[in-house]
């Protein structure tokens, strides 16, 4: 079995399939997610925000992530997700983190480049085998439903030329390109550029590219898009809508409960579904 987050992706890049990456705000998303992996037998990769990490705290999530991966013998993979500065990256990258999103895209070419390649080298001084990733082009969105359009411009897109060099340059492990995704469940449905996903695989054939924003892509097109080389994928936004749909219910159906962890049973196996039901669609099934 691969030991580390870099195996598995590789692996998913040489089969085509992609790790599924889920976050969390809280013990009980962790426990569904983690339930889901354990019975499709899949590696599980799970983020955290700089607002997630706030509220969970780093240490926390480090040692929460180490307690379920000894139980449950899951390779189990904590992301520091979206670090929009260095030294944000840096911190998660003390706590212990596997893995490292440092996403300086809003920033020039040139300072995502430098930023980038800093993190790279700090995180992988700390530790060989941790997973890079950094975000070249413009994703529009956030995590939530937006009832607004949100409308994609072609410079928001990754340049497959642009991809080239930044890999080249950062040596990063992972590459989120823009390519017609969206944060979040907007009023539109999203429009993947399967060809640009294409040559940017075919430009970049070891690096494993990173779909974010999958909430709310049609499942044709996520087929489409792990054949065309994407092999990691960021759910986020259908998790918290399972999540708080339950808890809804379960309040409603059962007002004078006071016990959390009754309350919290029912979303438990929503999420659980949910993350389930993304693990077929990735193709990640049984690859332990």
Known sequence: MNADLNGFLKK?????????????????QLRAILNAAQSAMAP????????????IGLK???????????ETGLPIFLNADHCKSVAS???????GYESIHIDLSAASFEENIKGTKEIVEYAKSKNKNISVEGELGYLRGESKIQKEIVKIKPEDLTKVEKAGEFVEKTG???????????????????KLDIER??????????????????????DDQIKEAIKAGINNIHVNTEIRLAYSAALRRTLAQNP???APYKLFSETIKAVEEKVKEKLILFGSVNKL
């Open 89 to 95: 990256a840096k911190e998660a990258a003390d706590a």
């Open 12 to 28: 998913a890049v040489k089969e085509s399939w992609a790790l599924g990456h889920f976050n969390i705000s809280n013990l009980e």
């Open 256 to 258: 004078e409960e006071t």
């Open 60 to 70: 926390q999530a480090v040692y929460l992530i180490k307690a379920f991966r000894e």
């Open 172 to 190: 990063v492990d992972r590459l989120a390109p823009v390519i017609g995704n969206i944060h979040g469940i907007a009023a539109n449905e999203p």
């Open 197 to 218: 996903i294409r040559k940017i695989h075919k430009a970049l054939p070891e690096i494993a590219l990173v779909l974010h924003g999958g909430s709310g892509i049609p």
């Open 44 to 55: 599980i990769h799970i983020g955290t925000s700089e607002g997630e990490r706030r509220f």
